[in-house]
């Protein structure tokens, strides 16, 4: 019998996913993460963070949100791409979801 190796919708599937989120926490790289997957569009720049930002209570120069987006980034959360952020991988938004986050 061949081992089946791709991914389902098991617990240990959405810890993979998840991990990169809990170990934000609650500061603002992990606010503005737990915002983005559900708030954010296909692709975007920095200053959307920075106005979004103001949603979670926070207030971020144009600098600040740059460096939380590259932290995003180096995080496995987002993804730069042809000078733009997008959310890294729809199993972030999909485990997010499934676990109820959203709601």
Known sequence: ????????NTHESSLYFMSPLHELGNGQA???????????PQEFK??????????????LDSMQAAEICDELVISNILAW????????TGALRHYASQAG???
């Open 30 to 40: 992990g606010r503005i993460a737990w915002y983005l997957l559900k708030h954010a």
């Open 46 to 59: 920095a200053p959307y963070v920075k106005d979004h930002a103001r949603n979670l209570g926070l207030c």
């Open 81 to 88: 791409d042809r000078g733009s952020y997008r959310i890294a």
């Open 101 to 103: 986050l959203f709601e």
């Open 1 to 8: 019998m061949r081992a089946n190796n791709s991914f389902k």
